[in-house]
């Protein structure tokens, strides 16, 4: 919808609700909640944007059923990176919200209003993937060049001659290929000099590849930027806040008979990159650290614990009633509590 559309139509709801008088209440009041003084009156631009977002959506599909036009918008938004980017060759480029590139889309961009339009709408309303624990798959899906989880702080090697090296004699693109080439088995009499004779190091050599060994080295120098929750090779991946089998199966029969459920608290991504976009992601509260619990300490767990909880409260008859409590642990224990409680919290 044209801008100018949606202002004609603000313009003929506003006429509706005040008989063509000016208005009384604030439109913004009018948009808002009937419990907040509002009339829950449609608001029309973000009725628009909520379509809008429909098509990062589509676009983001990035299994098999990735649109056909979402391909030829890769082609163009691939293209309109600024030079000042220095992203040097298309088969790094992916996709912009993978990557750490963005396309140009200021109005004297080339790239199509449509496409602009799209854009813009996934930066408002901050379309991201960033899952606060990114399963292994996932992990191995990343387009490794210019990953988003790569920690700027490091010397980042994304386009020096190793990196090409590994692009266009290697084919390497992901995160899990640069992975398996990484640590692919040396032949038996490997010796670290480029003319070494052992199969891998032949094969490589056959890409074009100058050197194999000082190619893997630096592609081992690739992945130990990746922030710590992009890593494939972190010991404490796993925690066991999951249930087991047993435990699902459980849940299934109580789903049927309508029992408890046993609360899954597990929070490790699917596999597939296309069910990992959020929007509203508040770059703030993103970490790049993988969400799992400690180390699970089976002796603290099963440690006999005593805790003291007090109370008083006021007048409870008194519409604000103040109450205060205390948790005790014991001597200097951090999780010791002492606080206020008004009214009904
Ligand atoms: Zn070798
Ligand atoms: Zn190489």
Redesign the pocket.
Known sequence: MTEEVTTLIKRKITKFLWDDTSSMVSAQTMLSQVTSGGMEILDIQARNDAIGLMKPKSYLTLDDSHPRWAKVADILINKSIPKSQNIPDDISRVNTLLQTWTPAIQNTSKLPSSLRDMLKTAMKYRVDLNPPSPSPDLRNQMPIWYHKGQDESKHLQNNGKWAKCQRINHEIQTVGEMYTYVNET??LR??PRSN?A?Q??RRARNKGCEN?TKCRKAAQGLLGTLHLKWKLTELGDTDTLSLNENEIQQNIQARDTGSPLLFNSNIMSSSMLTDEFRVFVNPEEVSMRNAIRDDYDEQQANEELTVSVWGAQGDAKCENVKATFAIWYGENDPRNVISRARGNS
Request: with cysteine.
């Open positions: 040396h032949g490997h010796f070494c052992c891998p190091c194999p």
